[in-house]
């Protein structure tokens, strides 16, 4: 069985989409448990020695701080946490995202601060490893003390309480440990308070953001080049040497692509009539690229963000400290994430533009991109649809992390919103889908029209697989079935851009 140690490495998303798609078996690093149980260790000798109050381990919560809690009531405490801050609400969250909030929270648990039992992070994989999803709801979470509310849900079956997806079939935490041969975790001090703080439902959320966003932008790259060669655009604003006078790395990196995905076509190095083509065609470096300089940020933010401890208070063995802090806070990712909600919005603006220039019947195309429009309307209508979802995308990319309200009678009185920018990037990446199953719908469509000229062996490749799943549009269709095939294509087709040496493979003229 492959495997994958928890705790022995740092997490990357790349490697997490490895361990998703290779369905890896999660454990636990020996290293990892060493470090869990010397933390609770620590802590229960400490309890034992020491008679100040330690938040949330010997107190209430929130602004109940100043409660202390006996000895005999610490498990009361934690369970009665997990109980009460259960209550996100909303629509049932992504079953990839619920395995995704498992195995993050277990990597956080095996830093080593937490004070958690082994037990309780050894039954947080075995729900990861067999694939017991806990009913986790997309409401809820203000992204301050973490995502308390979708965590409390989360965890409510280690106790026996809660719901969960098993084997296709909805039942209770009770249930399905008892299916398992599982007892019910007993919390001990802190338990619950390390579970439920934490951000590892903002962050699950943008890994697989990132993973279906990092998609994307591959997608929009090659129906871009595609849609350049259709409309006759010209190569030269793709040139290095233009690159290199204004360097940002994703500027660069997109026009080598484009150079790539584009040579050896008979279109693009055919004489011009035209001497420039509008923004959408001759600012694809600019545009394109700026979106992947501002994924590249999100993604090295994110890697710190799941590797780090983000529940409180943190627990230092070796310096013989417990502090209550902040890392729970989620201002750093808040911020980032809508910041990549701007940034993969841009591939949709850009994208709709691409669309409307085609379907203007200019440079030999006819309107529309039909042979007879008039009795046709031809291509006319994915336009609109494609217009309405990109000025969706614009609502949701308001910055959802500008907001704070203030919650638990003033204690917490500056939250993040992360939750919220985090689940509205599935929307945004939603419609992102459908826009570029638009554009490649148009620009295959439109290369028909400059036949017998071929394009580039990459861009022939990518139209041949197309034709496949969706032919040339002779006479009006039902353009849904059309739409919704092509995104189910791009959803499954493996991009490969030619990795040839960087050079000039334009001519001017």
């Known amino acids: 069985m492959n495997t994958f140690e928890i705790g022995s490495q740092a997490l990357t998303y790349s490697l997490i989409e490895k361990i998703l798609q290779d369905k890896l078996h999660l454990t636990l690093s020996p290293q990892a448990v060493e470090r869990i149980q010397h933390c609770r260790d620590y802590l229960d000798n400490k309890m034992g020695q020491d008679q100040e109050p330690i938040y949330g381990v010997t107190t209430g919560f929130g602004s109940l701080c100043s409660v202390q809690i006996g000895p005999d009531q610490l498990t009361t405490l934690q369970e009665n946490l997990v109980k009460s801050h259960s209550c996100s609400v909303g629509t049932p969250v992504d079953p990839v995202v619920v395995k995704l909030m498992l195995l993050l929270k277990a990597q956080a648990l095996s830093s080593g601060f937490s004070g958690v039992q082994v037990s309780t992070v050894q039954r947080i994989l075995d729900f990861y490893n067999n694939d017991v999803l806990p009913i986790v709801y997309d409401r809820g979470s203000l992204g301050a003390s973490g995502d308390l509310a979708p965590l409390a849900n989360l965890f409510l079956p280690l106790i026996g309480e809660g719901e969960v997806i098993y084997r296709g079939e909805r039942m209770s935490g009770r249930k399905v440990l008892e299916v398992n041969g599982w007892e019910p975790i007993t919390l001990k001090s802190k338990e619950g308070l390390a579970l439920l703080n934490g951000t590892q439902f903002m962050s699950a959320n943008a890994i697989k953001a990132l993973i279906d966003g990092w998609h994307l932008v591959h997608c929009f790259d090659m129906i871009g080049a595609l849609s350049l060669d259709a409309y006759d655009g010209r190569i030269e604003p793709f040139a290095a040497c233009l690159q290199q ?12 692509v484009f150079r790539n995905l584009l040579k ?3 279109i693009i190095n055919r004489p011009k009539a035209h001497i420039q083509d509008p923004y959408s065609f001759r600012c694809i470096p600019q545009v394109h690229g ?7 940020h999100v993604t090295e933010v994110l890697h710190t963000e799941i590797n780090a401890v983000t529940d409180n208070p943190t627990v230092f063995p070796d310096l013989d400290m417990v502090l209550s802090g902040g890392n729970f806070h989620g201002e750093p990712i808040a911020l980032v994430f809508d910041y990549m909600g701007n940034a993969l919005s841009e591939l949709g603006n850009i994208s709709e533009r691409r669309v409307a220039q085609l379907i203007l019947g200019n440079r030999g195309l006819p ?22 979802m990109v000025s969706q995308n614009k609502m949701y990319a308001w910055p959802a992390s500008c907001d704070s309200i203030v919650s638990s009678n003033g204690q917490e009185d500056f939250v993040s919103m992360g939750a919220n920018a985090a689940t509205k990037l599935h929307k945004i990446i939603d419609n992102l889908r459908y826009i570029a199953a638009i554009e490649l719908l148009n620009a295959a469509q439109a290369l028909e029209f400059r036949r017998p000229l071929k394009s580039s062996p990459a861009i022939e490749r990518l139209v041949h697989a197309y034709r496949e799943v969706v032919p040339f549009v002779v006479e009006d269709v039902v353009m849904t079935d059309y739409i919704t095939r092509t995104m189910t294509f791009l959803n499954n087709y493996s991009i490969i851009v030619p990795d040839e040496p960087d050079e000039e493979v334009f001519k001017a003229n």
């Open 290 to 296: 700026a979106v992947k300089d501002a994924m590249v």
């Open 367 to 388: 309107e529309f991109l039909v042979a007879h429009p008039g009795l046709n309307s031809g291509f006319m209508i994915p336009q609109y649809a494609a217009a309405s």
């Open 245 to 256: 006078v204004r360097p940002h790395r994703g500027q660069i990196d997109t026009a080598r």
């Open 264 to 266: 050896g076509s008979q």
